[in-house]
């Protein structure tokens, strides 16, 4: 699953790209996103490898695999950026394409 991330965050890459190349393609990239971000909520409900690796007693926490770290890093990362899409479709803030 953690490959299948990484291959979402080419695809959102290749999206992204796209767009700078169009500007007219801003509604596709956001539907597009959207789908990709989805896929990586679901893919990190739905992990079925070891989620949590060895337990550190001086910070009383447990660290994630990383497997399943790359998951749930590709998901924050890739909402953050539905987010700037949505500001820049609404007209909000246009940052992301600057």
Same mark, same amino acid.
Request: no cysteine; net charge positive.
């Given at each position: $699953?953690?490959?299948?991330?990484?291959?979402?965050?080419?695809?959102?890459?290749?999206?992204?790209?796209?767009?700078?190349?169009?500007?007219?393609?801003?509604?596709?990239?956001?539907?597009?996103?959207?789908?990709?971000?989805?896929?990586?909520?679901? $893919?990190?409900?739905?992990?079925?490898?070891?989620?949590?690796?060895?337990?550190?007693?001086?910070?009383?926490?447990?660290?994630?695999t990383i497997r399943y770290?790359?998951?749930?890093?590709?998901?924050?990362?890739?909402?953050?950026?539905?987010?700037?899409?949505?500001?820049?479709?609404?007209?909000?803030?246009?940052?992301?394409?600057?």
């Amino acid at each position: $699953m953690s490959v299948t991330a990484l291959l979402l965050d080419a695809a959102a890459f290749g999206t992204y790209w796209l767009q700078t190349q169009a500007a007219g393609l801003y509604v596709f990239g956001v539907i597009a996103q959207g789908v990709i971000t989805l896929a990586l909520l679901i $893919m990190t409900f739905t992990y079925k490898g070891k989620r949590f690796g060895w337990f550190n007693f001086q910070t009383w926490a447990h660290n994630f695999t990383i497997r399943y770290a790359v998951i749930v890093l590709s998901l924050i990362v890739n909402a953050v950026v539905l987010f700037l899409y949505v500001l820049n479709v609404t007209g909000t803030n246009s940052l992301i394409f600057r």
